[in-house]
């Protein structure tokens, strides 16, 4: 079976650019992942292939789901990278949305697919959305950061030259591959909070798709995000007045980001803040809302 697998081939696409996002450690908060979907679900996406995962992916790490279907079967779900192509008619180009989960293997042959469909279908541009833990406040707006490997999408785009050295991830891989083969590629990515990693945090989510908007030229109605993202930031700071340790925390990261910060006491620990602010917000998702 050959791994890349098509439902049928997209004709005449507008200048499409590929979108890509990978849950794992390129996904903190699900930022990237989420920022993928909502894009798919807001503008109709439409799914034309997919990559069968059996040469890519440890099972044991990245575990088949079992699904019932019509409350009656049991069916298996494989963690598959799905495509989609979505036609906007009113914007300059199509968009193309890869999304899956980072694979466990070979990892140059899989990016190697991406790059064949990408020729196979046009690609015009090659996107990536990644989100990472950083030592910044939820208080203030989402740093997106954009970066590119040809300088003259750099100077086109308003991107900025990567000097990044050190471990990397599928997204790295793939925009070697994507240089190695001609292909004009651009980084797109978002600072989570380190101290509510484990949350889904759709501020980031959607500081990503503010961002791309205006990289891609396609407008998203997010106002369902925008809601979601005020209910997150409630939700943090409701958790944050029923903490000292976390509010003094996060105060300290708010002044360090104005860089007049006084170091006049110790911080908790990083992993005892994730682990009581992660209780309360999963506390908080599971109560009825209010009538």
């Given at each position: 079976m050959q791994p890349l697998q098509w439902k049928y081939r997209p004709d005449g696409l507008r200048a499409p650019a590929l979108v890509c996002a990978f849950k794992g450690w390129n996904d903190a908060g699900d930022a990237a992942s989420a920022a993928v979907s909502f894009v798919g679900d807001a503008l109709g996406?439409?799914?034309?292939?997919?990559?069968?995962?059996?040469?890519?992916?440890?099972f044991q790490s990245v575990r088949p789901q079992i699904r019932m279907v019509e409350g009656q079967t049991r069916a298996i779900e494989?963690?598959?990278?799905?495509?989609?192509?979505?036609?906007?008619?009113?914007?300059p180009r199509d968009l193309v949305l890869l999304a899956g989960a980072e694979p466990s293997y070979r990892w140059r042959t899989f990016t190697g697919l991406i790059v064949e469909l990408a020729e196979a279908i046009g690609v015009h541009l090659v996107v990536t959305l990644g989100a990472l833990l950083a030592d910044v406040p939820h208080t203030r707006p989402v740093s997106v950061t954009g970066f590119a490997s040809d300088p003259a999408l750099v100077a086109r785009l308003g991107l900025a030259q990567s000097s990044y050295e050190g471990p990397t991830g599928i997204i790295?891989?793939?925009?070697?591959?994507c240089m190695r083969a001609g292909t004009p590629s651009a980084s797109l990515w978002a600072a989570v909070p380190h101290y509510i990693s484990a949350a889904p945090n759709p501020k980031a989510a959607l500081a990503l798709i503010r961002k791309l908007e205006g990289l891609v030229g396609v407008a998203v109605d997010a106002g369902e995000l925008e809601r979601a993202s005020a209910d997150y930031e409630?939700?943090?700071?409701?958790?944050?007045?029923?903490?000292?340790?976390?509010?003094?925390?996060?105060?300290?990261?708010?002044?360090?980001?104005?860089?007049?910060?006084p170091d006049s006491f110790e911080l908790p620990s990083g992993d005892s803040i994730a682990r009581d602010l992660q209780r309360f917000l999963r506390q908080r998702s599971e109560d009825p809302p209010p009538s």
């Open positions: 996406a439409r799914q034309f292939a997919s990559i069968d995962p059996e040469e890519f992916y440890d494989w963690p598959e990278v799905k495509l989609y192509e979505l036609r906007v008619p009113r914007a790295g891989v793939l925009h070697d591959a409630r939700q943090v700071n409701a958790a944050i007045q029923h903490d000292p340790d976390i509010m003094a925390f996060v105060e300290k990261l708010e002044a360090a980001a104005t860089e007049d910060s």
